[in-house]
């Protein structure tokens, strides 16, 4: 498959649960002198800070092309749901990003992808752009079940009203096995499984040519040029490297000269 140049890569840092108000200072000022316009014309950039610091990043980031988001979001509009944050009130706090279905949520909370598709639907209501996670145990994988596990986490999504709208909604390949392991996915083995999403997702009414569909797990600055030299793969989730500052720029330099 052709690069798709209409689909400008995108990197995504997600910090998990992890900062503070202080610690978070130091990377935010590191990332606002390091993702300079010039960078940002061939990437774009975005964060994902824990809820109780999207305020500080909004502080940090307002006057700058970088973007950010959250972690998480309800699967409600608003009302008696203790504990959760609504799509409108990260929008209020101006997120632009949602991560749904990250497989820390699927393992330790047993988020389903029925519970996913509704989030996205949250999302996008709400004007937010979701980031659907999907991904395959080391065990589905050595079963060869990696392309039947994904295509039971996209099904859902295939009645979303996103389905017509084109670059609304972003896909991430995270394979199970390589997050916070420090295990990445070969770029041939995520290339294969990317063009399998893209595949999937068009046969599904997707606008296959304006999805934007991103690798997670393990990506550092040494692997990243490699990963984002594929044809299908349009930038990254990172992890545990986007809380290093000068590890997360280059991973954004590479993807910006892929
Ligand atoms: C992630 O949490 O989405 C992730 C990819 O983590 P890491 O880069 O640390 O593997």
């Not at 296959?208 to 490699?226: C, D």
Request: charged share 15%; hydrophobic share 50%.
């Amino acid at each position: 498959m052709q690069r798709q140049d209409a689909r400008k890569p995108l990197v995504v840092g997600n910090w998990k649960m992890n900062g503070t108000l202080g610690a978070n200072e130091p990377l935010l000022a590191a990332l606002r002198a390091g993702l300079d316009a010039a960078l940002l014309t061939g990437v774009e950039v975005a964060v994902l800070p824990p809820y109780p610091y999207l305020a500080q990043v909004s502080a940090w980031l307002g006057e700058t092309p970088l973007s950010w988001g959250a972690q998480d979001v309800a699967a409600y509009a608003e009302g008696a749901y203790t504990g959760e944050v609504s799509a409108a009130m990260l929008r209020d706090l101006g997120c632009r990003w949602v991560t749904v279905g990250h497989s820390e949520r699927r393992a330790l909370l047993g988020e389903t992808s029925e519970q996913v598709a509704v989030k996205i639907e949250q999302a996008l209501k709400a004007g937010l752009q979701p980031i659907a996670c999907v991904g395959e145990t080391l065990a589905d994988r050595e079963q060869g079940l990696t392309e039947s596990v994904i295509a039971a986490q996209l099904a859902p999504l295939a009645r979303l009203a996103c389905v017509g709208m084109p670059g609304q909604l972003v896909l991430a390949y995270e394979p199970v096995w390589a997050i916070g392991t420090g295990r990445t996915a070969s770029p041939e083995q995520a290339q294969a499984v990317h063009a399998f999403i893209r595949a999937a997702l068009s046969a599904a009414g997707f606008d296959g040519a304006a999805l934007r569909i991103l690798y997670g797990g393990s990506v550092k600055a040494a692997s990243a040029p490699a990963l984002f030299a594929m044809p299908d793969i349009n930038g990254g989730l990172i992890g545990g490297a986007s809380l290093v500052a000068d590890e997360f720029i280059a991973i954004c330099r590479s993807a910006a000269s892929a």
